[in-house]
DNA sequence: GATAGTTTCATACAAGTGTTTTAATTGCAA
DNA sequence: TTGCAATTAAAACACTTGTATGAAACTATC
C-alpha cells in the first residue's frame, strides 16, 4: 500500500516533460527534479526507465483503444450486428484524432505526450504498438460484417490507409498547418475525422481497384 | 584530395549498420569498426556524427525529389503545363515507395536504410525533413493547375493524404504483412503505388467533402 | 629529397547515462 | 514500544557516448 504518492508524481512528471521535451533528451535526473522525488525511486517503483515511458503510454492508448471498441459494440448492436462502414471507420479514428488534436493551447498532456509518443517512436513503445495487432483485428472483422463482397485485401489496405492519414495527420499536423499557411484547420477536430473517414469509405467502397491490372501509369 | 577511401567506406558502414539495426543501437565505435578506420576519421571527415547522419539522408532524399521533379516535369511538359492528377499523385508517391518497398531480399542498404529513417526520426533528419516544404509546394502548384475548381484547402488535404499513405505504408508494411497474414503483397510495388494513387486521387476528385457541415456521426 | 599539407592513429577526455548499493527513515501491526 | 516491512535517500558504480588532442605516417609539390 503506503503512499503511492510518488509513484503518481513520477508519472505526472514524466509524461509531462516528455510530452515538452521529447524523449530524447529527458533523462531519470530531469524527471525526478521536476517530481521532487530520489533518483532510486524511479527505479524502485518502475523497474527500469523504459518500464516508466511503456506504463505511461500503455496507460493512455488502452483508454483510446477501449473507446474504440465501446463506439465499435455500439454500432454493432444498433445494426444488428453489422454497422455501416463510415461508422466503424469513425470509431477507428475518431477516438485517436481527437485525442491528439484540437486547439494547441487547450491540448493536455496526455494528448502532447501521445503525439510525442506517435513521432519519436522509441523502442519500448514500439513494442507495445507491435501487440495492437489483436486490437485491429476486431475491426477487420467489423469492416468484413460490413462490406461482405469485398475482398479481404481490399478491406486490410482500406484499413491501413485510414490509419495511415490519421496517424500521419497527427504526426504532421505542424508541417500541414505550414504548408497550407494556416488554411487547413487542425483545431476542427470534427472536420479532420470527417475527412478522413470520407476518404477511407471512398477506398474501401469505390468500384473495385483495377486489381492487379499493371497500371498504364506505371513507372517511367 | 587525398584518397577519399576512408570516407566513402565510412559511409558505407553506416548505411549499413543503421539499415540493419537503427539508429538508436549504432555507435561511433561500431561504424568504425565495420569500415575499419580509425575512430577519429568521423569527426574529420564529417565534423560529428550528426552531420555523418544528415549527409546519407540527404543524399538519398536528394535524389528522390530529383526523381520526383523529373516526373512531375514530365508530365506539365506533355501536357501543356497542365497534368492529370493521377500523373502527379504518381510522381509525388512512386519513387519514395519504389525506393523502400519491394521484395526484402533484394532491397537495396539504401531502401533499407530510408525506411529506418522513417521509422525512427532522428533530430537530424527531422530538421532536414522540415526543409521539405518549398519541394511540396511544386506538387501543389501542379496540383492547383490540374484541378482548378478544387479549393486550395481541399488540395492541401490531398496531398497530405497521399504523403500519409505512402509513407505509413513504407513505416508499417511489416505490421500489414502480419495483420494481413501475408495477403497484402506489399512486394508489388506497382500494385502498392498505384492503390495510393487511386484513393488519393478520389479524395481529390469525388464531389466536394461535405465541407464544414458538422457530420451528423460526430462522436458524441 | 626536403617540405608543407593532408590524413591517420592511439589515446585521453569529459560528461552523462541508467542502475545498484547500502543505510536511514518511515509507517503500521502486534 | 517493539519489530518488521516498505519506502526514501545519498552516493557511487559501471559504462558508454561523442569529441578533442597531438604525434605519426603519408602524399604530392617543388
Redesign the interface.
Known amino acids: 500500500m503506503a503512499s503511492d504518492h510518488t509513484r503518481s508524481a513520477i508519472l505526472a512528471a514524466a509524461e509531462r516533460l516528455y510530452a515538452d521535451r521529447g524523449f ?1 533528451d529527458v533523462t531519470l535526473r530531469d524527471i525526478v527534479a521536476e517530481a521532487n522525488v530520489n533518483l532510486a525511486a524511479v527505479n524502485y517503483h518502475f523497474g527500469s526507465k523504459d518500464e516508466l515511458i511503456a506504463e505511461l503510454f500503455v496507460t493512455r492508448s488502452i483508454a483510446t483503444n477501449r473507446e474504440r471498441l465501446r ?1 465499435l459494440k455500439a454500432a454493432e448492436e444498433q445494426g444488428g450486428g453489422r454497422a455501416p462502414i ?2 466503424i471507420l ?1 470509431a477507428l479514428v ?1 477516438p485517436p484524432l ?1 485525442g491528439c488534436l484540437g486547439p494547441e493551447n487547450q491540448r493536455s498532456t496526455a494528448a502532447r505526450f501521445m503525439i510525442r509518443a506517435s ?3 522509441v ?1 519500448p513503445i514500439r513494442r507495445i504498438k ?1 501487440r495492437e ?1 489483436d486490437h ?2 476486431k475491426f ?1 472483422g467489423a469492416m468484413r460484417r460490413s462490406l461482405p463482397d469485398r475482398s ?2 481490399d478491406i ?2 482500406g ?3 485510414a ?3 490519421a ?3 497527427i504526426r ?1 499536423s505542424e ?2 498547418t ?3 499557411e494556416g ?2 484547420d487542425l483545431d ?1 477536430v ?2 479532420v ?7 477511407a469509405t ?2 474501401l467502397t ?1 468500384g473495385k ?2 486489381a ?1 491490372a ?2 498504364r ?3 517511367r
Open positions: 530524447g463506439q463510415e461508422v469513425h475518431g481527437r513521432i519519436e517512436s523502442p507491435n495487432i485491429l483485428r477487420v479481404h485485401v486490410y489496405w484499413l491501413n490507409f490509419l495511415a492519414m496517424h500521419h495527420t504532421e508541417r500541414l505550414k504548408l497550407s488554411q487547413c476542427d470534427e472536420d475525422v470527417a475527412r478522413v473517414v470520407s476518404v471512398m477506398a469505390a481497384v483495377e492487379k499493371p497500371s501509369l506505371a513507372a
